[in-house]
Every structure is written in C-alpha cells, then in structure tokens.
C-alpha cells in the first residue's frame, strides 16, 4: 500500500471526527491528489469507516458468475464472462462498474478449496484488475440485480505454467450512503483450467461417473384379489418422477449422452414396470385405479435405449442400508437373509425389466461411502468383493502429496472403491442459485486438472460418486459439467466402474479401515432403528407360516416378500415414523390376508344321547386353494366327552367346507369344546373357536321304566297269541263233531278182551289228513 492510499484512509477517518464545514475541504484534497500523480489507485478492502470492511461481497454486492466460455480456452482466446450483481445493503449503488481481474495460480486443490471458500477481498490474492475491458453498470438499487457481459482477451489474465487459476471479477463504485470514492463493492470468482499445449500432457486421469438411478419406496404390499394380482402404490410420486420434466426423467434423458456407469435399484425398476399395467393408488378415500402406463412404458424404453452401451451396477433390491443393518441389525435374527435375498433378486429383476442388460452384482455403497469394519463385513456378507467408499472416510494417508488411485485391497480379498469427496460433493445442495451451476462445472474441470497435474508421470483413476437421489437442478449441473470435462477437459480419459475396480493400486495409499468410533456421528443419528428390522423379522415370521398352507404361495411371498425388504431401504433414513408406518400397513395386510382362512364360529349345541356328530367349517376366502392344515376339535372334558381324532384339511379357494367329528358322551352337562387349525409344522393357525355341548344322557330310573315296559309288552304279545292258537284249534275240532279227547264206549284203558274202535280219527281229536298243530307254536 503507498503513501497516497494510506493518506486517503486517514482523510477518511478524519471526516468522522471533525465537523461538516471541514469536509468539503478534506474531500477536495482527497481527490486532487491522485489526480495531480496521474495515478487512480483503488482503495483497498478495508477503506472506509473506522471498523467496517468494505469489498466483500457479502457487504455490498454479491457477483455471481453465470457462464464462462471457453471453460479451458486458448492462448489466442477471447474469454466471455457473463454474470449478475445483487445490490445486498440498503443504500443504492451508484456510479459503478464491472471488471474481470488478473488469473491466481492455485498451487493445490487445498489452494483451490481456500480460494473458493473465500468470501472477502484482498489485494495480494484477488489479482490486479484488467483495465479496458469492464462494463459500467450504474445505479443498482437495494435488493435489484444488474447482468454484466465482458469478453477479455485471455493474453490480458497474465496466465503463466499450465494449471487451475482464480479468476475474478469485481464492481467498483459507491453507495449514496457513503460517497467517498469509489470501493470495490463485490468480488465474484471462479476456476479457470489452463492447459496451453494438450498434446504435452501424457498420460491421462481416468474418471469413473456414477449416474444413480434411486428412489423412495413407492409399492406397498397390497395387491387386489384378482387373478392377475393388481398392485397398489403408496401415491402418484413415482408418476411425477418419470414423466417428462420430472426427476427421474431428466436422469434417463440426460445420462444417455454421457460416458458414465449406471448404479440402478432393482425396486425402482419393478416399481416402473408395475405401473406398465392396471394398477390401484391409494388415497385418503381409499383405493383408486392409477395412470401412467403410457409414461411408464416411454421411460423404460428410453431407460432401456440409454444403458445399452454402458455399464450397470445393479444395487440389492430395495437398495438397503448397509450400514443400519450393520449398526443396528445384525443382532435382530434373518435380517442377514433378507439382506442376501435382496442381493440374490437384484440381478434378475434388471435382466427381467432391461432386455439384454446383464448387470454386475459385486458392488455394495454404503450411505455417503462412509465404512467401519462392520459395514465393510455386512456388506460383503451376500457376495459383493467390491465396496464404494469416499475419500473422508477411507483417508488417503498422511505420507501423500497426491490424489492415489480409486482401488484398495482392504483385506479378505475384498477392494475399496474409494472415491474423491471433493468432486463427490460437488453437486450437492442448491443448484437453482445463480452462477452455482456454472461453478461446479469449473471445479469438475479443475479439480480433475490439479489430480492430474499432482503427478503427471503416474496415471491414476479416480471416482466421482455423487448423492444417490439428486435432484433434477444438480442431475442437470452434472451432466453440463460431464459433457464440459469430455468435449474440454484433454487431461481426462473416462473409465467404467469396473475398470476403476481393476487398475493397480497404489501401493502408499492408505488401506486401513476406520474404526467404529470413527464413524460420523452424524450419519449414525440418521440409521434405521433396531425395532425397524425387529418389525421386518415379525412380519416375515407371518409370511413363512402362511406361505406353508398355499397351493401357490409366490402370489403372497413375491409382494410381501419385497415389501419386507423395502422396509430396510436407505431411502428411509431420518424418517422412523415413515418406516413405522409402512411396515405396520406391510404387517397389517399380511395378516388381513391370513384371516381369510377361517373357522366360521358356531353357536352352542345339545348332544341327546351317547354319541353324535359334530361338524366344524372351514372358510378360505382367497383365490387359491390352501392346504397342510389339520382340523382339531377337543374335548376340555375328555372324561365326559370324548370327540374323533383330526382330520387333514383342503378348501378351494372361494369356499367353504365343513369336517364332522364323532361324540362320544360318558357323562351328563355343559362340555366346553375347543375348534383350531394347524399347520403340518404343529404351529397354530388363525383364531380357536369354542363352543359347548350340552349332554343329556338317559337316567337308570328312567331305563327301568321303559324296560318294564317293553316286557310287558313283550308278554302281552305272547298271551294274545296264545288265545288265538286255542281258538283256532277249537273251531276244528267243532268242525267234526268229536270233541278232542271222546272216545266211542270203548274202554280207552287197553284192559279185557274189549277192543277199540276206529273212528278213523287221531287221538289228538284231529281229523284224518288234517296238520298236526304244534301245542307250543
């Protein structure tokens, strides 16, 4: 700073002692001495009142570079820089102009993440201004905003050795408040990537992209009773994703031009495809039929069209949280088998929905790439050998001046894919505001620019990993900035997640795995919590004694099943009362769904006498046949009632179909009975139903009466028949005119010489050739 600027600040600070009759004069004398040098110096930032900083941006104006092009140009280059300035004090800015300013090499990317983290404006790092080439823009009222144009040829930046420069571009005026001269108001700045001579830089980064296609969980459970097992959606969210305009739409459409690796949830797939065809949505009023199929359709062709000749990553269905489950899980019994079934399912719902896409499986991502030796062991636990990490968590060693490879064995045959945090990260938060879109894609082009130019003999390949569900402002910012790094970036070869995974790894790099302790603490508050997969193992122990009754059980396990490990998902994270909900309303209708197999209750009975049957139906409301259940129906008094053994049940789907059972009574009253379904596991099966039977046995007085009766009747019989016999051989005997036993005269003793006369009748009175009656018929 020289002596007429230092004498500038003093005037100034004399101003707010003295009194207003001097001020005039001290303004004068301010002024007539640059102009009696021939010099105009600009007064540093902190010119102005005593205390205050003027020239940040922060203070008076906020710039905001909006475009800049060429993004890397040439020695012989114009460089256009396009922008806005946003009065932000409440005194109108006035009499002010635009200027770009001289190029800052940035030595590092540590460099370049200080310069960006700026706010103020200094002298010794914020370049000279370049004269002759601004823009006056005028007056700029508090809270308006003014646009600015400047094309500056780049042979006036002072660019010097290949590298990342600062480039900045400052307003200069005054505000009606503080009429003092002119003040650099605001600074705005930006990365320019210098690279005079392409063909000198030999070899190339190698950038690996990942392009996610994630989204929240949009199926629930519930299908409707029909045979082709119509689905319901949560909402019409996924309908607004994959429409034109919206999000998920913009990332199909988008990365089909760009050179990067598709990382897909199979979920998001199957919950697209679902749509193809009628589906219901729930509603407050209930269940309506949904639409899109026409969107539906459109996006997976497109989809179908864009990965055709790139590679894909297939995440476990559902895309779990690995890290929940490691955390909070993996004490909660078969949350590891969910986890391996939704790897298992993965590959085969992508092959399924994408004609001819065969993805690779080997990859697991924990939430932000941040590991501890139980994430890295559940993650591998389905298969995976290949875990997608970030460099803030998996460091890259102290004893390194350079950005290493993306590869590192981590032990147990399993390699870190350790991507950069700081081209991660930058496209996270809001892009929507001005000129931040335009500097992202100047940080991709030199960040990449600065890895490269840490070590140029040693080609190295690095990952960009952004957030798994971006927004369509920063799915837009990304691929301007890809498309800017691939048409402009001649330091920079593009690579397939694969091939990142397979180059050799750096041998001074950091391996180690941070421990759990080193876990951010952050991202830890955020997990899914125990009772969430306490709840899955609930629901999944109703599933799998339901599925052992059904003739076709993939119509109930394939739904619920998925639903299940939806529950899981990543994208349930800081939402435990969502999740809550969810897997209760997955629990519910499991079990609504099991209370279609029923027994129909029944009233109390009366059992008049020793034995007699029982029937007991059973009810199956679904639309297919259940089976491998047994009807039991027991006696609590076994001693007074006994009943028949079980019997094996089968009911079709739509009926009902009742089971007798025999009673036997052995004693008198009120017998409570008991009625249940079981499976052939001898687990219990929906709800017991109980009923009584009243038995009302015959008593032993009363039996002595209705024997008493019986025999008499038994010997009025006999006597009735009797006379009839008598009578009958009476009126023979009448019929001849001897009564039974005369005799003729004759002595009937056999005595004497007298003999006998032949009536030519039987001594039984009978007459000849008449049959002989039996006397004890």
């Not at 605001?186 to 210098?194: D, F, S």
């Not at 508050?525 to 599933?543: A, K, N, Y």
């Not at 016999?725 to 005269?745: E, F, L, M, Y």
């Amino acid at each position: 700073m020289d002596s007429r600027e230092r004498g500038w600040r003093v005037a100034v600070s004399g101003m707010r002692v003295r009194g207003a009759r001097r001020l005039a004069s001290l303004l004068a004398a301010v002024i007539a001495l640059p102009l009696l040098t021939g010099l105009a110096p600009l007064p540093s930032a902190s010119a102005g009142a005593p205390g205050e900083e003027l020239g940040t941006g922060h203070r008076r104006a906020t710039i905001s570079i909006t475009d800049l092009g060429p993004a890397v140009p040439g020695e012989d280059d114009t460089l256009t820089i396009r922008g806005t300035i946003t009065n932000e004090g409440d005194s109108p800015i006035i009499d002010s102009s635009v200027a770009a300013r001289q190029g800052v090499p940035l030595s590092s990317r540590s460099a370049i993440d200080q310069a960006m983290a700026r706010t103020g404006f200094d002298y010794d790092t914020d370049g000279l201004i370049v004269r002759g080439h601004g823009q006056d823009i005028g007056t700029i009222q508090p809270g308006m905003s003014a646009t600015f144009s400047l094309r500056v040829p780049v042979s006036e930046l002072a660019l010097g050795e290949p590298g990342v420069y600062q480039l900045g571009v400052g307003l200069t005026g005054q505000t009606e408040a503080e009429r003092w001269g002119d003040q650099v108001l605001g600074l705005g700045r930006t990365l320019l990537p210098w690279q005079p001579d392409p063909g000198a830089q030999s070899p190339q980064t190698r950038l690996t992209v990942l392009w996610p296609l994630v989204s929240t969980t949009h199926l629930t459970s519930r299908t409707d009773a029909d045979e082709e097992q119509t689905p319901a959606f949560r909402n019409d969210d996924l309908l607004r994703e994959i429409s034109p305009g919206g999000r998920l739409y913009q990332l199909v459409s988008l990365g089909a031009d760009l050179p990067v690796t598709w990382v897909i949830d199979p979920d998001l797939l199957a919950s697209v495809d679902a749509m193809r065809e009628e589906h219901l949505v729930e509603t407050d009023t209930g269940l309506v039929p949904g639409t899109g199929q026409e969107e539906a359709l459109a996006w997976l062709l497109m989809l179908e069209e864009a990965v055709r000749q790139d590679e894909v990553i297939a995440l476990p269905f559902g895309d779990p949280d690995v890290a929940s489950l490691a955390h909070q899980g993996m004490d909660v019994h078969g949350a590891l088998s969910q986890f391996a079934t939704a790897t298992e399912t993965s590959a085969q719902t992508v092959e399924t929905v994408l004609v001819d896409t065969e993805p690779s499986t080997d990859f697991a991502w924990p939430v932000d790439g941040a590991i501890d030796p139980s994430i890295v062991s559940v993650a591998t636990s389905a298969g995976a050998t290949h875990v997608i990490t970030r460099s803030d968590s998996l460091r890259p060693g102290d004893a390194l001046s350079y950005t290493p490879t993306a590869a590192r064995p981590i032990g147990g045959g399993t390699t870190a894919i350790v991507s950069d945090a700081r081209l991660s990260t930058l496209f996270e938060g809001d892009l929507t505001r001005t000129g931040a879109a335009a500097l992202a894609q100047q940080q991709l082009l030199a960040q990449t620019l600065a890895i490269t130019l840490e070590a140029p003999a040693n080609e190295r390949s690095v990952v960009l990993a952004p957030q798994r569900m971006p927004t369509a402002d920063q799915a837009q910012a990304m691929a301007a900035a890809i498309r800017g790094v691939r048409d402009e970036g001649d330091w920079v070869a593009f690579a397939d997640l694969s091939e990142a995974a397979d180059a050799t790894p750096d041998p001074a790099a950091n391996n180690r795995v941070p421990s759990a302790e080193e876990y951010p603490a952050e991202l830890r508050e955020q997990e899914l919590s125990t009772s969430t997969f306490q709840s899955m193992r609930e629901t999944q122990r109703t599933l799998a004694d339901f599925l052992v009754i059904l003739t076709d059980p993939d119509r109930v396990n394939d739904p619920f099943g998925n639903a299940i490990r939806r529950e899981m998902s990543t994208s349930w994270r800081s939402g435990e009362e969502e999740v809550e909900e969810y897997g209760d309303s997955v629990q519910e209708g499991l079990v609504a769904l099991t209370e279609r197999v029923q027994l129909i209750p029944k009233s109390d009975i009366t059992l008049s006498g020793r034995s007699a049957t029982i029937p007991v139906t059973v009810q199956n409301n679904l639309v297919q046949d259940v089976h491998n259940l047994e009807l039991r129906l027991v006696s609590l008094r076994q001693l007074g009632l006994e009943v028949s053994g079980a019997q094996d049940v089968r009911v079709n789907g739509g009926h009902s179909q009742s089971f007798k059972f025999t009673a036997t009574a052995r004693a008198n009253g009120v017998m409570q009975l008991s009625a249940r379904l079981y499976t052939t596991e001898d687990k219990a099966y929906g709800e017991e139903i109980t009923f009584e039977a009243d038995v009302t046995s015959i008593t032993s007085e009363v039996m002595m009466v209705i024997a008493g009766g019986i025999l008499l009747m038994v010997l009025a019989g006999i006597r009735m028949y009797s006379q009839r016999k008598r009578a009958a051989r009476k009126s023979a005997a009448d019929a001849t005119g001897t009564d039974i036993g005369s005799d003729t005269g004759a002595d009937t003793d056999g005595s004497g010489d007298e003999s006998r006369t032949d009536t030519g009748a039987d001594v039984s009175g009978a007459p000849p050739g008449s049959e002989r009656l039996d006397p004890n018929e």
